[in-house]
C-alpha cells in the first residue's frame, strides 16, 4: 500500500516550453502532497504544499508563477514548470500524506527534467 | 529551531562489514523521526521510522536505529553491508505541526567489495 506514482519519469524540453508533471497516490486519498526539487548530490528542498481543492502554499524563494500546482483531486496534483530555463533542470519528487494527523509521507519516484 | 543533523556526508564500508550513519536532532519536544534511502535517480524509501512506541526501531533490509533521548541522536546501523545498500540516506523529522519534513543533508554510503 501507500503508492505515489509520477509521470513522466523523465523529461526533455527546449527552453521556453512549459511542462506539466502529474503525481498520484495510486490507492490512498492524499489531503496534502510535496513538492520538492533535489539538486545533484544535495538533500530535497521543498518548494510547495499543496491540499486538495486550495491554493499551494509556496516555500519563500520559489516563484509561484514559475512553479504552478494544482491538487484538483485527493489523488492528483500537478506541478508545471512555465517557460521552463535550463537553470529548472532538476529532478523534481513529490510525497503525500493521508492526513495531518499521520506526519509520514510517502514519496514518488521523481521526474528528471532537462531543459535544453 | 528545530533542526536535524547527519554527522557524516560520506561513509565507506566494506561488504561484510557493520553500516553506522550518524544523525543528531534538536528539538524541544520529542519527535517522530525516519530514515529514508534513496538510490541513484530513484525516490525515497521508508527504512524506518521511531514514533515512541519503543526505542530500538528495526526496519527493513536489516536495518534499524535506536533513538537516545540524552544523546539527541537517532543513529542507523546494520550489522553487515551488502553491495545493494549503496545509496544516499536521509534522517528526517517532522516539523512541529506535522505541515513539513525537515531533511538532514544526507549521507552517502559507498559499500566496496
Known amino acids: 500500500g501507500a503508492v505515489v506514482s509520477q509521470h513522466p519519469s523523465w523529461v526533455i524540453c527546449k527552453s521556453g516550453t512549459s511542462v506539466k508533471i502529474e503525481c498520484r497516490s495510486l490507492d490512498f486519498q492524499a489531503t496534502t502532497m510535496f513538492w520538492y526539487r533535489q539538486f545533484p548530490k544535495q538533500s530535497l528542498m521543498l518548494m510547495a504544499t499543496?491540499?486538495?481543492?486550495?491554493?499551494?502554499?509556496?516555500e519563500q524563494g520559489v516563484e509561484k508563477d514559475k512553479f504552478l500546482i494544482n491538487h484538483a483531486s485527493l489523488t492528483l496534483s500537478t506541478l508545471t514548470v512555465t517557460s521552463a530555463h535550463p537553470e529548472d533542470s532538476s529532478f523534481y519528487i513529490c510525497?503525500?500524506?493521508?492526513?495531518?494527523?499521520?506526519?509520514?509521507?510517502?514519496f514518488g519516484p521523481g521526474t528528471r527534467l532537462t531543459v535544453l | 529551531a528545530q533542526s536535524v543533523t547527519q554527522l557524516d556526508s560520506h561513509v565507506s564500508v566494506s561488504e561484510g562489514t557493520p553500516v553506522l550513519l550518524r544523525c543528531n536532532y534538536s528539538s524541544s519536544y520529542s519527535p517522530s523521526l525516519f530514515w529514508y534511502v534513496q538510490h541513484p535517480n530513484k525516490g525515497l524509501q521508508l527504512l524506518l521510522k521511531y514514533t515512541s512506541a519503543a526505542t530500538l526501531v528495526k526496519g527493513i533490509n536489516g536495518f534499524e536505529a535506536e533513538f537516545k533521548k540524552s544523546e539527541t541522536s537517532f543513529h542507523l546501523t546494520k550489522p553487515s553491508a551488502h553491495m545493494s545498500d549503496a545509496a544516499e540516506y536521509f534522517c528526517v523529522a517532522p516539523a512541529r505541526g506535522y505541515n513539513k519534513l525537515i531533511f538532514g543533508a544526507g549521507t552517502r554510503l559507498a559499500v566496496h567489495p
Open positions: 510525497s503525500a500524506r493521508v492526513d495531518k494527523g499521520h506526519n509520514e509521507q510517502f
Open positions: 499543496s491540499n486538495e481543492g486550495s491554493k499551494a502554499t509556496y
